[in-house]
């Protein structure tokens, strides 16, 4: 079975031009039925490291983003100066400012923080602010007339964000605006209805056969 590998690589600031050492993802495992996925769609990492490496943050500007925006270089990592040692969360934090003064559509902003929040806790420390702020820009997002993303999928999203902040009114309401096309399973949506009309705002781990259904046989990757 494959391993979860980091490795130090040298990024190049789209900003800046600055070279910095990061370490980046190099593998994963697949994901079988036993992995561990979470009701609000995301696998459970067994190191915040690696969520966090997700995102790069020059050392020189502050730039933070998804690392593909980020081109890489053979230099030596290993001869640069040390990235900013900031706790993994924060990286997040940092992206979302990145993308909020450059003006980048607010879907990123709530996957970043929700990637923050999901780092939180991989890091054994939840941070709620993260879960706020991913519900501030979800919440924008899908109050936009002109976007034609996956709003049936991100209402599922944004119902289970509302659940864990403990608006189970909103959350019921946002599972009812799940539509068919957005591929999330009926026994799925009628769970985390439950739960919601019960008042259980804790994530909840998703059963095997519905990890295996909507993530096996659809090849997805981390
Ligand atoms: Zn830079």
């Known amino acids: 079975m494959k391993e979860f590998v980091l490795r130090d690589t040298t990024l190049l600031c789209p900003t800046c031009n600055s070279m910095f050492g990061t370490k980046t993802l190099a593998a994963s495992p697949d994901i079988t039925a036993e992995t561990p996925v979470e009701a609000d769609l995301h696998r459970v990492?067994?190191?915040?490291?690696?969520?966090?490496?997700?995102?790069a943050m020059c050392s020189a500007c502050g730039y933070a983003w998804w690392v593909q925006a980020f081109k890489t270089h053979p230099f030596d990592s290993?001869?640069?100066?040390k990235p900013l040692s900031l706790e993994y969360p924060k990286r997040f934090a940092h992206a979302v400012l990145t993308g909020r003064s450059n003006g980048s559509h607010s879907l990123d902003l709530a996957l970043l923080a929700l990637n923050g929040y999901w780092?939180?806790?991989?890091?054994?420390?939840?941070?709620?602010?993260f879960l706020?702020?991913?519900?501030?820009?979800?919440?924008?997002?899908?109050?936009l007339d002109d976007w034609e993303g996956s709003r049936g999928y991100y209402?599922?999203?944004?119902?289970?964000?509302?659940?864990?902040?403990?608006?189970?009114?909103?959350?019921?309401?946002?599972?009812?605006?799940v539509t068919p096309i957005?591929?999330?399973?009926q026994e799925l949506l009628d769970r985390q209805k439950v739960l919601a009309i019960s008042g259980d705002c804790d994530p909840a781990v998703m059963p095997a056969h519905?990890?295996?259904?909507m993530f096996v046989d659809q090849g997805a990757k981390v």
Do not use: W
């Not at 990492?45 to 995102?55: I, K, N, Q, T």
């Not at 957005?182 to 399973?185: F, G, K, L, V």
């Open 45 to 55: 990492l067994p190191d915040p490291a690696l969520r966090a490496a997700f995102v």
């Open 155 to 177: 209402h599922y999203v944004m119902g289970e964000i509302c659940r864990q902040l403990r608006d189970f009114k909103a959350a019921i309401l946002h599972f009812e605006k």
């Open 78 to 81: 290993k001869l640069l100066p």
């Open 132 to 143: 706020e702020l991913a519900h501030h820009e979800m919440d924008n997002t899908l109050k």
């Open 210 to 213: 519905l990890v295996e259904l």
């Open 119 to 129: 780092c939180s806790r991989e890091a054994g420390n939840p941070e709620i602010r």
């Open 182 to 185: 957005a591929n999330i399973p």
